[in-house]
Nanobody, 133 residues
Framework: QARLVESGGGSVQAGGSLRLSCEVS?????????MGWFRQAPGKEREGGAG??????????ADAVKGRFTLSLSEDSMKTTLSLKMNTLKAEDTSMYLC???????????????????????WGQGTQVTVSS
């Protein structure tokens, strides 16, 4: 069964760090080659934060998070985990963070999905990140 399960959100003071994890089921991983994190704050549009084209390992990071967030992918025999390490958090990083996955034609198609928005097939339930200043 295709499934994405996020964890790791919470409340932290500005300047602090959090690591978000997205557990990707085997079925989802086999059906997709493009995955990453979006975030959506109340009253704002959803925005792509970070993504990876798994076939080549090419990545996208939004300008707002470059130099502070790191995206990584790890695998074992049972599951794949997409992690987002967030350092030097700011109040404006407060958002619901959602993991998403899809099949993309190539790296450009995948990474553009985060910078310009595209429809992703698989979504997690989200994990809340709150940063207090």
């Amino acid at each position: 069964q295709a499934r994405l399960v996020e964890s790791g959100g919470g409340s932290v003071q500005a300047g602090g760090s959090l690591r978000l994890s997205c557990e990707v089921s085997r079925d989802t991983y086999l059906r997709t080659n493009c995955m990453g994190w979006f975030r959506q704050a109340p009253g704002k549009e959803r925005e792509g934060g970070a993504g990876i084209f798994t076939r080549r390992g090419t990545k996208y990071l939004a300008d707002a998070v470059k130099g502070r967030f790191t995206l990584s992918l790890s695998e074992d025999s049972m599951k794949t985990t997409l992690s987002l390490k967030m350092n030097t958090l700011k109040a404006e990083d407060t958002s619901m963070y959602l993991c998403a996955a899809d099949w993309a034609g190539d790296s450009d198609d995948c990474l553009a999905g985060f910078s310009r928005g595209r429809s992703f097939t698989y979504w997690g339930q989200g994990t809340q990140v709150t940063v207090s200043s």
